[in-house]
């Protein structure tokens, strides 16, 4: 199995601020096959980003997905408020699918 | 519109089974597949599993294998998830989600979310 690590755990930024979520993962994720979503309280997750960098559908391109290999980045280029979420990511190239443990995002 | 509904809250006993249902609406259902995705109170994204819509065929994480099952009514375009053996951790919300076409595992459209407690 697939074990993803996510760093930092939380992050306070001001609105307009960049932000640089990491996700590493402990072997290889085959195929490019990763992913970030956000999840807002009490609501279900968003895919963001699929393919390493290809934005979903209605997504802002604030959202940039980039990486390979083991390490994986989540840019957000400038907060925005509407931003405070948990965000994911995911590696889907190896069965059983894992999630990272997640990075909180709040504004200060 | 294109939507996952979901059914709603159950409360279980442990040791008891609970069967969660998602009806899809909006696409052609045997054209993607689902996956079933929890979250305990708090707690991050766990992936059960995931089903084939259009001939049934499965694909547990082996950290479920052998207390659940997933199948479909393609006359409904409904997917069911039944846990079996419920324990307290088994307490979570658990999630249909549905797979992009060329990137299956990428989750493009979510049901609502069902709250399953496991309490005796």
């Known amino acids: 199995e697939i074990v993803l690590t996510q760093s930092p755990g939380t992050l306070s930024l001001s609105p307009g601020e960049r932000v640089t979520l990491s996700c590493r993962a402990s072997?290889?994720?085959?195929?490019?096959?990763f992913a970030w979503y956000q999840q807002k309280p009490g609501q279900a997750p968003r895919l963001l980003i699929y393919g390493v960098s290809t934005r979903a559908t209605g997504i802002p391109d604030r959202f940039s997905g980039s990486g390979s290999g083991t390490d994986f980045t989540l840019t957000i280029s400038r907060l925005e408020p509407e931003d405070t979420a948990v965000y994911y990511c995911q590696q889907y190239g190896s069965s059983p699918l894992t999630f990272g443990g997640g990075t909180k995002v709040e504004i200060k | 519109q294109t939507q996952l509904v979901q059914s709603g809250i159950e409360v279980k006993k442990p040791g008891a089974s609970v069967k969660v249902s998602c009806k899809a609406s909006?696409?052609?259902?045997?054209?993607?597949?689902l996956s079933w995705v929890r979250q305990a109170p708090g707690q991050g994204l766990v992936w059960m599993g995931w089903?084939?819509?259009?001939?049934?065929?499965?694909n547990y994480a082996p950290k479920f294998q052998g207390r659940v099952s997933m199948t479909v009514d393609t006359s409904t375009a409904t997917t069911y998830m039944e846990l079996r053996g419920l324990r307290s951790d088994d307490t979570a919300v658990y999630y249909c989600?549905?797979?992009?076409?060329?990137?299956?595992?990428?989750?493009?459209?979510w049901g609502q979310g069902t709250l399953v407690t496991v309490s005796s």
């Open positions: 909006g696409y052609t259902f045997t054209s993607y597949g």
């Open positions: 072997q290889s994720v085959s195929r490019n096959f």
């Open positions: 989600a549905r797979g992009k076409t060329t990137h299956p595992g990428a989750f493009d459209l």
């Open positions: 089903v084939t819509t259009y001939n049934g065929h499965t």
